[in-house]
């Protein structure tokens, strides 16, 4: 070392850190040779702090404010002490200063789908995306859990590794809470709520908090779409008259389109909007029957009504089934909406 820089190297330093980068979590200030010189000024501010490590050990952490390195009241060693080794003292010094503010908007999502039984639609596959924020609370244990020699260490470095654990936590978090797929829009702050205690642990054992955990979204297949789209419309509808109503127009809205236009489909469509008026009288016979009084008490030889009503009914109910499965063969109808009606015909046998 020549003089002009030796003679520089005892002047008293001023240690301090100014970041504008907004990713940077730890900054390792440049000290000549690593050697803190006695009497150094040391300032850290709001949202920092300052992590000495002296011969390889992290000695003290500092919070906010102004400091003097002395040789007595700081465990920083001053070259003073290195004169007999030839000023290339043994014991060296740095300094880490580590932001304390809260980190935003960092990003999670899954890259793939979360499966999750569903008490409507059976096992469905989802997908969620969001943002969260963290914030370091423990500077020693992070600068040695995570940091380590790493001179400028951001939050790029650690963003995979936080996501995988937040995804971990979140898919265990959706499975526990047995939300279904319908009502996930309205329990997002819920379902943030608990990862944030559930994580809690994880993220303190590396010196971090999880400060925000905000869903943005959660999404279904577009095939779960389509069914609960056909599902809100057969809700609006009602009974099973509008339903058929509803289904042949629409049918005339699509032969429209196709080539050769309503001519082309005029005898199928015919045949269905047949099936639809028989379907629909067959509705309405029933919803008569079921409004008139009942029959006066038969003789002593009317046991066998009782049977025979029955049986009048069960073939009521078949001929409706029949009416359905046409309806579904002439393309009126989905399989998913032929299944429910269905299911529903057959409750009443």
């Given at each position: 070392?020549?003089?002009?820089?030796?003679?520089?190297?005892?002047?008293?330093?001023?240690?301090?850190?100014?970041?504008?980068?907004?990713?940077?979590?730890?900054?390792?200030?440049?000290?000549?040779?690593?050697?803190?010189?006695?009497?150094?000024?040391?300032?850290?501010?709001?949202?920092?702090?300052?992590?000495?490590?002296?011969?390889?050990?992290?000695?003290?952490v500092m919070a906010p404010g102004?400091?003097?390195?002395?040789?007595?009241?700081?465990?920083?060693?001053?070259?003073?002490?290195?004169?007999?080794?030839?000023?290339?003292?043994?014991?060296?010094?740095?300094?880490?200063?580590?932001?304390?503010?809260?980190?935003?908007?960092?990003?999670?999502?899954?890259?793939?789908?979360?499966?999750?039984?569903?008490?409507?639609?059976?096992?469905?596959?989802?997908?969620?995306?969001?943002?969260?924020?963290?914030?370091?609370?423990?500077?020693?244990?992070?600068?040695?859990?995570?940091?380590?020699?790493?001179?400028?260490?951001?939050?790029?470095?650690?963003?995979?590794?936080?996501?995988?654990?937040?995804?971990?936590?979140?898919?265990?978090?959706?499975?526990?809470?047995?939300?279904?797929?319908?009502?996930?829009?309205?329990?997002?702050?819920?379902?943030?709520?608990?990862?944030?205690?559930?994580i809690t642990a994880d993220f303190?054992?590396?010196?971090?908090?999880?400060?925000?955990?905000?869903?943005?979204?959660?999404?279904?297949?577009?095939?779960?779409?389509?069914?609960?789209?056909?599902?809100?419309?057969?809700?609006?509808?009602?009974?099973?008259?509008?339903?058929?109503?509803?289904?042949v127009a629409n049918a005339i809205?699509?032969?429209?389109?196709?080539?050769?236009?309503?001519?082309?489909?005029?005898?199928?469509?015919?045949?269905?909007?047949?099936?639809?008026?028989?379907?629909?009288?067959?509705?309405?016979?029933?919803?008569?029957?079921?409004?008139?009084?009942?029959?006066?008490?038969?003789?002593?030889?009317?046991?066998?009504?009782?049977?025979?009503?029955?049986?009048?009914?069960?073939?009521?109910?078949?001929?409706?089934?029949?009416?359905?499965?046409?309806?579904?063969?002439?393309?009126?109808?989905?399989?998913?909406?032929?299944?429910?009606?269905?299911?529903?015909?057959?409750?009443?046998?």
């Amino acid at each position: 070392m020549g003089l002009m820089d030796w003679a520089k190297s005892q002047f008293i330093e001023i240690i301090e850190w100014l970041d504008d980068s907004r990713e940077t979590m730890v900054y390792r200030f440049p000290v000549h040779q690593n050697e803190i010189k006695n009497g150094a000024k040391l300032t850290v501010r709001e949202g920092q702090a300052a992590v000495f490590v002296l011969q390889g050990k992290i000695a003290d952490v500092m919070a906010p404010g102004m400091y003097t390195i002395d040789g007595k009241n700081t465990p920083v060693l001053s070259t003073i002490l290195g004169w007999k080794y030839g000023f290339a003292s043994p014991f060296k010094s740095e300094v880490y200063f580590v932001n304390t503010r809260e980190f935003t908007g960092m990003k999670w999502g899954t890259q793939n789908p979360i499966m999750m039984r569903d008490q409507d639609f059976g096992v469905v596959r989802l997908r969620a995306f969001g943002s969260y924020s963290i914030q370091i609370t423990d500077p020693g244990l992070f600068l040695k859990d995570i940091v380590g020699t790493d001179g400028l260490f951001e939050t790029n470095e650690l963003s995979d590794y936080l996501r995988d654990m937040l995804l971990q936590s979140f898919a265990q978090a959706l499975g526990t809470a047995k939300i279904p797929a319908l009502d996930l829009a309205a329990n997002y702050r819920t379902l943030g709520t608990s990862l944030t205690k559930d994580i809690t642990a994880d993220f303190a054992s590396h010196g971090l908090t999880l400060t925000h955990f905000i869903i943005s979204n959660i999404s279904v297949p577009p095939e779960v779409e389509a069914a609960m789209d056909k599902r809100s419309e057969m809700g609006a509808l009602g009974d099973l008259n509008k339903f058929t109503q509803f289904q042949v127009a629409n049918a005339i809205g699509d032969a429209a389109k196709q080539p050769g236009g309503m001519a082309g489909m005029g005898m199928g469509m015919g045949a269905g909007m047949g099936m639809g008026g028989m379907m629909v009288n067959q509705m309405n016979q029933a919803a008569w029957a079921a409004q008139q009084p009942p029959p006066q008490a038969a003789p002593a030889a009317a046991p066998a009504a009782a049977p025979v009503a029955a049986v009048a009914a069960g073939d009521d109910v078949m001929a409706k089934l029949g009416q359905l499965k046409k309806l579904f063969d002439a393309g009126l109808i989905e399989k998913a909406e032929f299944d429910e009606k269905k299911k529903e015909l057959l409750a009443k046998l």
